[in-house]
């Protein structure tokens, strides 16, 4: 929320603390109006009736190569979709185009071993490979040739100097595809020497110690210039593939990168006081990779059924649903609509609530750290209440819940950095889950929370239907409740200094840059 006064505006946190506590749990109906409104609301959000939306998604996907990714049909016809059932529903439809620069593919990548038993690879992240930033388009095949590598891996991390010198290919044949290891030197160093040597592609795959054995999101050759196509691989992969000598594979790679337009989708009730709204939002787009049902067609489905139940309501408070396009480009649709706001529109937003992939097969029930206790960042005045608000709900409920660290990697990120408070729920990535995780909340240690983040296989399979039923029901929970708050809601806190272009475009779940 920026700093301007609007009307009603409560003055302390303090103020705002009583008026968004959760009468379900912790107040009297008659203290905010609403406690029959949201108990209805929450019994008609069921997760049969999200998970009908999650079939919707997928039967789309199915319809249209297997994605959801924004710029695409399979973006367009989820748009749609959404914005029907919210017209349909009564609500003021708004769609929101906006230029963005699609950064993909054109025919799907391919690495397949086609010597022995044939092998085809799966492309993405927690997959088996990736293209290299900066690889150039090229369909290639030949025999691997390993270029120095240390199998089994040393017994620390960059102990490799597959490639690093242009000795290591010594007695290359030119044309074949060079297979390297992760290790001493950058990617670039490696592939240049590849070049030099005659390889028509390369592959490097991970080193194979602890911590460096999957695939990372954003292997980078350092910029352009590089001549032949680029792989990198799990260590699995590479180990499999250096297996037996005179191994052949298939490589593919067809990008493109070129100005598109995509959209949101802002549904916005008749009724409720327009100077007091309630702002839910989450990122309808998948990546290219897959169909995007967990990430994020789970918080998608979540908000989307709670608008559709308080349509039949006469709110307090104006409701404003937000479904965002090109989030997995970098928070873009969010930015956006943020950026088009006025100061005054700004002022409005009492608060948001985002929801970026709230079923997770492995999950955890992870509650943004609005007040930074457990991760050292908080968000604006009132985030920490929201937070509160959504703890009194899991433990209402004598359910465990867990805090994530408010960072700004989701689309709640544009709104924080305006000072609008926020808060939301996340039920985990590409983490692993601890033992003590896996004690509390059941599942497995030692996998990721969604095992099929950024995949082909982010499905209707992908999801946890417990988790996805708990979290619709707290969205319900902390709508409803801030809906039929009969206060204003929100507090006056000063927007903090503007972030940097990188910052605001930070990737949601982003692992740390890797170059070597």
């Known amino acids: 929320m920026s700093s301007r006064s609007r009307k009603g505006l409560v003055s302390a946190i303090t103020a705002a603390a009583v008026i968004l506590s959760p009468v379900a749990f912790t107040a009297p109906a008659e203290a905010h109006g609403g406690r029959g409104h949201v108990q209805k609301l929450v019994k008609a959000v069921s997760g049969k009736n999200v998970k009908k ?46 230029a963005f620069t699609f950064d ?35 369909s290639v095949s030949g025999t691997l040739q390993a270029v120095d590598l240390v199998l089994p891996p040393g017994p620390a991390a960059n102990s490799s100097s597959s490639g690093c010198e242009a000795s290591d290919f010594a007695g290359f044949t030119a044309g074949n595809i ?82 598109r337009t995509t959209y949101n989708v802002i549904a916005q009730s008749r009724k409720g006081d327009p100077d007091n709204v309630v702002m839910l939002g989450a990122h309808l787009d998948s990546v290219q990779e897959g169909p995007g049902i967990n990430d994020n067609g789970s918080g998608s489905a979540g908000i989307l059924e709670v608008a559709l139940q308080m349509a039949r309501t006469k709110p307090k408070n104006q409701l404003r649903f937000a479904f965002w ?61 929201i937070e509160e608000d959504f703890e009194k709900f899991f433990a209402g409920r004598g359910l465990p819940f867990t805090a994530t660290a408010f960072t700004g990697r989701s689309d709640y990120g544009p709104f924080i950095a305006v000072g609008i408070p926020s808060g939301g729920l996340f039920t985990g990535a590409e983490v692993l889950k601890t033992e003590a995780e896996a004690a509390i909340f059941g599942g497995t240690a030692g996998i990721p929370l969604d095992p099929c983040y950024h995949s082909v296989c982010d499905t209707i399979r992908n999801i946890s239907d417990r988790a996805l039923d708990v979290n619709s029901d707290a969205i319900a929970t902390l709508a409803g409740t801030y809906a039929f708050d009969t206060g204003t809601i929100g507090a006056t806190a000063p927007a903090p200094a503007a972030r940097s272009a990188e910052e605001a475009h930070a990737h949601t779940h982003e692992p740390a840059d890797s170059a070597s």
């Open 53 to 98: 939306h999650l079939w919707a998604l997928q039967a789309i996907a199915n319809a249209h190569g297997g994605t959801r990714v924004s710029g695409t049909p399979g973006f367009d016809a989820s748009r749609d979709y959404v914005a029907h059932k919210l017209r349909r529903a009564g609500y003021d439809v708004t769609i929101q185009p906006f």
């Open 104 to 138: 993909g593919y054109i025919t799907p990548p391919v690495l397949k071993r086609t010597s022995g038993e044939q092998k085809t690879y799966t492309y993405g992240f927690f997959s088996d490979y990736v293209a290299m930033q900066d690889s150039p388009a090229g």
């Open 178 to 259: 060079a297979l390297m290891q992760r290790g001493t030197c950058n990617f670039r160093i490696k592939v240049d020497n590849a070049i030099a040597a005659g390889a028509s592609a390369a592959i490097v795959f991970n080193e194979g110690q602890p911590g460096r054995t999957e695939i990372d999101l954003n292997p980078t050759l350092g910029g352009p210039g590089v001549t032949i196509p680029s792989f990198f691989t799990s260590f699995e992969v590479g180990n499999e593939l250096a297996a037996t000598a005179g191994t052949t594979v298939q490589m593919n790679w067809d990008p493109i990168v070129e100005t």
């Open 325 to 385: 396009g090109a989030e997995e480009f970098g928070l873009l649709g969010s930015q956006h609509y943020v950026n088009a706001l006025t100061p005054e529109e700004r002022a409005k937003i009492g608060l948001y609530l985002n929801f970026d992939m709230i079923a997770s097969p492995n999950y955890t029930f992870g509650i943004y750290d609005g007040d930074g206790d457990a991760f050292g960042t908080a968000g604006p005045a009132g985030s920490d209440v």
